[in-house]
């Protein structure tokens, strides 16, 4: 039964009471006056507790980290790798189920006759849950949260405008806006563009590229080239990470959908192949708990960009991350390979951190490439078959990634 003046009518009042008094205001202000603490003679160091030397004490005793700062944002990039390997498919269950109670709950009050605060109370309770349940899931991943939280409490607040008002219809009118924008964000449509794990446009994007623009002399351009990023766990999850305005057809590390089964060529598969071929005579399985890898494509600026854009189209060049359980396993891996499969000869610099330059054999080919340690994780960037010293502008894809950050 649909909401209308006369069930209001003998609850208006407690309305107004309850949905706004009785909770009392929800405005904090600041104490009158500030407590000044007694004064003490005691010097400085005796006033110090115990536990800051007890912690100084511990980070003097703690091993240095290789390249801490690299290690950090390494530490970022391919932590949302792993969730969107790991933990993306329960997340989005979990936050589509919530979504869908608090759908339930505003049916459940549009269907009553009557509209008071403690109908309030429930719509309340139940989109609080809902974002609640959002930005534990989501947060960090993905800005739909924070929108989220907004919107619903913008709805929250015209519904109870309008009830104090005893304009049912428009309380009803306003119910039926916040379903369906509930419904909207729950959607599989809203998820595969805006939530997607296929095509990223959310926090991994931005801390995989590198946002600071070019340095060249002659370039007048202040924006920082696009990215591209074709990505592969351990786990078998793949992904783009993508911000620009195309929708790319092409699966990554795939072929594109509807393409007959035994087509002549597969040049996604094709690419994760030869990341295999490329990477693993440098991959230490000892002591590694996951590895990954990223595919930097140099695909041009947005409006340069086709509609039927395929990053196998511009240059690429990748980067193989394995992360261990501990600095000193990824010292270790990195011991064994110098001892074993991998050589060394000289050193190159990336952006802040300077690489070993190495070279190893990957089937029946010399493959030349650079290799850092940044705390618990390896990589090894641009593998090529032509030597460091004769590359020519081979530099552009990976200027796109964070490992050029200053």
Same mark, same amino acid.
């Given at each position: 039964?649909?909401?209308?003046? =006369?069930?209001?009518?003998?609850?208006?009042?407690?309305?107004?009471?309850?949905?706004?008094?009785?909770?009392?205001?929800?405005?904090?202000?600041?104490?009158?006056?500030?407590?000044?603490?007694?004064?003490?003679?005691?010097?400085? @160091?005796?006033?110090?507790?115990?536990?800051?030397?007890?912690?100084?004490? !511990?980070?003097? =005793?703690?091993?240095?980290?290789?390249?801490?700062?690299?290690?950090? *944002?390494?530490?970022?990039?391919?932590?949302?790798?792993?969730?969107?390997?790991?933990?993306?498919?329960?997340?989005?269950?979990?936050?589509?189920?919530?979504?869908?109670?608090?759908?339930?709950?505003?049916?459940? !009050?549009?269907?009553?006759?009557?509209?008071?605060?403690?109908?309030?109370?429930?719509?309340?309770?139940?989109?609080?849950?809902?974002?609640?349940?959002?930005?534990? @899931?989501?947060?960090? #991943?993905?800005?739909?949260?924070?929108?989220?939280?907004?919107?619903?409490?913008?709805? /929250?607040?015209?519904?109870?405008?309008? %009830?104090?008002?005893?304009?049912?219809?428009?309380?009803?009118? @306003?119910?039926?806006?916040?379903?369906?924008?509930?419904?909207?964000?729950?959607?599989?449509?809203?998820?595969?563009?805006?939530?997607?794990? =296929?095509? /990223?446009?959310?926090?991994?994007?931005? #801390?995989?590229?590198? @946002?600071?623009?070019?340095?060249?002399?002659?370039?007048?351009?202040?924006?920082?080239?696009?990215?591209?990023?074709?990505?592969?766990?351990?786990?078998?999850?793949?992904?783009?990470?993508?911000?620009?305005?195309?929708?790319?057809?092409?699966?990554?590390?795939?072929? !594109?959908?509807?393409?007959?089964?035994?087509?002549?060529?597969? =040049?996604? %598969?094709?690419?994760?192949?030869?990341?295999?071929?490329?990477?693993?005579?440098?991959?230490?399985?000892?002591?590694?708990?996951?590895?990954?890898?990223?595919?930097? #494509?140099?695909?041009?600026?947005?409006?340069?960009?086709?509609?039927?854009?395929?990053?196998?189209?511009? *240059?690429?060049?990748?980067?193989?991350?394995?992360?261990?359980?501990?600095?000193?396993? %990824?010292?270790?891996?990195?011991?064994?390979?110098?001892?074993?499969?991998?050589?060394? *000869?000289?050193?190159?610099?990336?952006?802040?951190?300077?690489?070993?330059?190495?070279?190893? #054999?990957?089937?029946?080919?010399?493959?030349?490439?650079?290799?850092?340690?940044?705390?618990?994780?390896?990589?090894?960037?641009?593998?090529?078959? !032509?030597?460091?010293?004769?590359?020519?502008?081979?530099?552009?894809?990976?200027?796109?990634?964070?490992?050029?950050?200053?």
């Amino acid at each position: 039964m649909k909401l209308t003046r =006369r069930g209001l009518l003998g609850v208006g009042t407690a309305l107004g009471l309850t949905g706004c008094l009785s909770g009392g205001s929800n405005v904090s202000y600041p104490e009158t006056a500030t407590r000044t603490p007694p004064p003490t003679d005691a010097p400085l @160091e005796s006033a110090r507790p115990d536990s800051a030397a007890d912690d100084e004490s !511990v980070q003097q =005793r703690e091993p240095s980290v290789p390249n801490r700062r690299l290690a950090t *944002e390494t530490e970022r990039v391919y932590g949302e790798i792993e969730w969107f390997a790991t933990s993306y498919d329960d997340a989005i269950e979990t936050y589509r189920r919530s979504v869908g109670k608090a759908m339930a709950t505003v049916q459940r !009050v549009r269907a009553t006759a009557d509209f008071d605060a403690d109908s309030l109370g429930l719509v309340r309770r139940a989109t609080d849950s809902a974002v609640a349940t959002a930005e534990t @899931e989501l947060g960090g #991943h993905f800005g739909h949260p924070g929108q989220m939280r907004d919107t619903v409490d913008n709805h /929250i607040a015209t519904i109870e405008r309008f %009830a104090n008002r005893g304009d049912l219809d428009r309380v009803d009118e @306003e119910l039926e806006r916040l379903y369906d924008y509930l419904s909207g964000i729950r959607s599989p449509l809203f998820v595969r563009r805006v939530l997607s794990d =296929r095509q /990223i446009d959310a926090e991994l994007y931005r #801390h995989l590229h590198d @946002e600071t623009a070019g340095s060249d002399d002659n370039d007048d351009d202040d924006e920082a080239d696009p990215g591209l990023f074709e990505l592969h766990h351990s786990a078998d999850y793949s992904g783009y990470a993508y911000n620009g305005p195309q929708h790319l057809e092409r699966d990554p590390f795939g072929d !594109v959908p509807g393409t007959p089964a035994g087509a002549d060529r597969n =040049r996604g %598969a094709e690419l994760l192949a030869q990341q295999r071929v490329d990477f693993d005579p440098v991959g230490e399985a000892t002591g590694r708990t996951g590895f990954a890898y990223v595919v930097s #494509h140099a695909i041009p600026d947005e409006e340069d960009q086709p509609a039927d854009l395929d990053p196998l189209d511009y *240059e690429h060049t990748s980067l193989f991350i394995q992360r261990y359980e501990s600095v000193a396993a %990824a010292a270790t891996a990195v011991e064994t390979l110098l001892d074993t499969a991998v050589s060394r *000869e000289g050193e190159y610099s990336f952006g802040r951190e300077t690489w070993h330059r190495v070279y190893y #054999h990957a089937d029946g080919d010399v493959v030349y490439a650079f290799l850092i340690q940044a705390g618990p994780f390896v990589l090894v960037a641009a593998p090529s078959e !032509v030597a460091w010293e004769e590359r020519l502008d081979w530099t552009d894809p990976l200027d796109r990634l964070w490992l050029w950050r200053r």
